[in-house]
């Protein structure tokens, strides 16, 4: 086959993004509520969404070598197909322990998947011309997702409002499409992605695997110099555990208000649909932000705001009020993930950058987990709407973690010198890079397994994508499970 030109690679990367999140967009309004219908309480999917995160935790840095020396479509391919088991498996699942491997497969499956698709672009638009810009496919990879996830979310609010076929039930209809989806994308990336070059072999994947612990513990000991680096990765353990609030919690509460599971998972689709599009308008919020208050003012303000929606999603009445809540929570979800990533990025530098970034999304996971059990055990007790509200509370305690980047900033702006650029960025954080080792000390070398790029231009997952329920990361589109 001849070598194909950036064009050609741009395209089959955006045609790869797009069939990579639609089957998520279909999962989305009934992963939920789909269990509860199969017999599992709060407390249960709580558990059971835990796997997808504590799966993801124990391996995204050791399957990051794999890309390395495996190869992107080797992965990609195993990726996949294992995605397309679950979502076969979630059809049928009726017990606690099915759903639960549900769960952890769509763990592998997205360790395995994180990375080698934009790795491919990258490198396969660089073997096409070395001059090419590929930033602006990764820019446009967001707005496929974006757009995908969206129309997968109507497509399956559609497919619910038409109801049981057959012995099927409403809310199966889009899992089993969303299967069908899995095997066509699996069928397309086996034609669609070809290799730029060989394989590292095992050499490689031996090598990343023991140079993970090191880099991991180099990002720690970043941690452990740096106060306002320290602060902002904890963040991400609040955001992790007040997320489970409007991704696990909001189908159920909707469902309370509505008192119908299939009817609120017919407007669940649209809802979700409306979220994906509001939560760009968000991000596209972001510059306005940064000059009238500064990244880390603007980024703090904004988890207090999501955390009044979380709470309005738990205490208004009327699923015009709690849709309405939800709206909202991802508007200001949408514009306050670049606003973080962006004041993460400037205290690292060097080859201490990837590293961090992982170790930032990774804290997630456990916050996650942690709010999918104590939060679904608090709705079966207490009801959905005080969880909500304990939910909102967390999500706005991680304000004041944003006060050491802001005190930073302020400290460094009278010190740059007349005629020299800024010292910082629009929010000035003006710390040196936590990055910036000094003399002597070992670089870090290679990036750490399983690092994904991040930022509106690494083609992560959406945030707030994250498909819900339970991952994207907050660079993730969310975590959404099968």
Not at 34 to 52: D, H, K, P, W, Y
Not at 137 to 161: K, R, S, W
Not at 289 to 315: E, K
Request: net charge neutral; hydrophobic share 55%; glycine share 12%.
């Amino acid at each position: 086959m001849s070598a194909l030109t950036v064009r050609q690679v741009r395209l089959r990367y955006l045609t790869l993004y797009g069939l990579r999140w639609l089957p998520t967009g279909l999962t989305i309004p009934v992963m939920i509520l789909l269990m509860q219908e199969r017999g599992l309480t709060l407390s249960q999917i709580g558990l059971v969404s835990t796997a997808q995160g504590l799966v993801v935790l124990a391996l995204e840095l050791p399957t990051g070598g794999l890309a390395d020396a495996l190869g992107s479509r080797v992965v990609l391919v195993t990726a996949w197909a294992v995605s397309l088991l679950s979502l076969g498996l979630f059809a049928v699942a009726d017990s606690f322990a099915l759903f639960f491997l549900v769960w952890a497969l769509q763990g592998v499956y997205r360790a395995l998947d994180s990375g080698p698709l934009d790795s491919w672009y990258v490198e396969s638009t660089l073997a096409a011309d070395r001059d090419a810009d590929y930033e602006p496919g990764l820019g446009f990879a967001g707005t496929v997702a974006g757009i995908t996830i969206a129309g997968g979310a109507l497509l399956a609010g559609g497919l619910i409002a038409l109801g049981p076929v057959g012995p099927v039930s409403a809310l199966t209809v889009p899992v089993l499409v969303a299967a069908a989806l899995q095997a066509v994308a699996l069928v397309v990336l086996l034609i669609l992605l070809v290799e730029t070059g060989p394989a590292r072999g095992a050499g490689a994947l031996r090598a990343s695997v023991v140079a993970a612990p090191r880099m991991v513990g180099q990002a720690v000991g970043l941690l452990r110099r740096s106060r306002v680096l320290l602060a902002l990765v904890s963040v991400e353990l609040f955001w992790g555990f007040g997320m489970v609030t409007f991704e696990s919690l909001l189908p159920i509460r909707l469902a309370d208000v509505v008192g119908d599971p299939e009817r609120a998972a017919a407007m669940l689709g649209p809802a979700n649909s409306a979220a994906w599009l509001v939560s760009a308008a968000g991000a596209a919020a972001t510059p306005l932000l940064l000059r009238w208050l500064g990244a880390a003012p603007a980024a703090g303000l904004l988890r207090i705001l999501q955390g009044v929606t979380v709470l309005g999603m738990g205490l208004l009445a009327g699923p015009a009020g709690v849709l309405v809540a939800y709206l909202a929570c991802y508007a200001v979800h949408g514009a306050s993930n670049p606003l973080h990533l962006g004041l993460l990025h400037r205290q690292v530098d060097g080859p201490y950058r990837t590293s961090v970034i992982s170790l930032n999304s990774m804290m997630g996971q456990p916050g996650f987990a942690l709010g999918a059990v104590l939060l679904t055990a608090l709705a079966d007790r207490s009801g959905v709407g005080t969880a909500m509200v304990v939910g909102a509370v967390a999500l706005a305690a991680a304000a004041p973690l944003y006060l050491p980047a802001w005190w930073a900033g302020r400290r460094a702006t009278p010190a740059t010198p007349e005629g020299a650029g800024p010292a910082t960025g629009p929010a000035g954080t003006g710390a040196e890079p936590a990055g910036a080792e000094p003399a002597g000390a070992e670089p870090a070398g290679a990036e750490p397994a399983g690092a994904e790029p991040v930022g509106p231009a690494a083609g992560s997952e959406p945030a707030g994508a994250v498909p819900p329920v339970g991952a994207a990361a907050s660079a993730e589109p969310h975590r959404a499970a099968p």
